[in-house]
Nanobody, 116 residues
Framework: QVQLVESGGGLVQPGGTLRLSCTAS????????MSWYRQAPGKERELVAR??????NYADSVKGRFLISRDNTKNTVYLQMNSLKPEDTAVYHC???????????WGQGTQVTVSS
C-alpha cells in the first residue's frame, strides 16, 4: 500500500522557518522524482520544488529561500522553508512520480500558515 505522509506544517510569523517532511512507503522511493506542491485558497496547485536523482529545481517565488532534499535511506523528502512570507500560506502536498512507469502518488497535505 502506497503512502506519503507529510508533517511539519503549522503557524509561523513572517520571516520564520519551517521544515516539512514527507515519508514514503509502498514503492521504491529512490526511483521516483519527489516534489512539493502547494495550493492556496482560491488558487491552482503549483509546483514549489522538485528533486530528481541528480538535480533540483524551484519555483521562482521560492528560489533562495526554500531547499528541497531527500534521504533515500529513510524514504523521506524534506522542504526547508526560510524567510517565510504571508504569500507562502497554503496546503503543501508531497508528490512522487516515476518517469518510466508514470506512476504518480500524492500525500494528504499539511497546512502552512504565515501570519503575524
Amino acid at each position: 500500500q502506497v503512502q506519503l505522509v507529510e508533517s511539519g506544517g503549522g503557524l509561523v510569523q513572517p520571516g520564520g522557518t519551517l521544515r516539512l517532511s514527507c515519508t514514503a512507503s509502498g514503492f521504491t522511493f529512490s526511483r521516483y522524482y519527489m516534489s512539493w506542491y502547494r495550493q492556496a485558497p482560491g488558487k491552482e496547485r503549483e509546483l514549489v520544488a522538485r528533486i530528481t536523482t541528480s538535480s533540483t529545481n524551484y519555483a521562482d517565488s521560492v528560489k533562495g529561500r526554500f531547499l528541497i532534499s531527500r534521504d533515500n535511506t529513510k524514504n523521506t523528502v524534506y522542504l526547508q522553508m526560510n524567510s517565510l512570507k504571508p504569500e507562502d500560506t497554503a496546503v503543501y502536498h508531497c508528490n512522487a512520480f516515476n518517469v518510466i512507469t508514470q506512476y504518480d502518488y500524492w500525500g494528504q497535505g499539511t497546512q502552512v500558515t504565515v501570519s503575524s
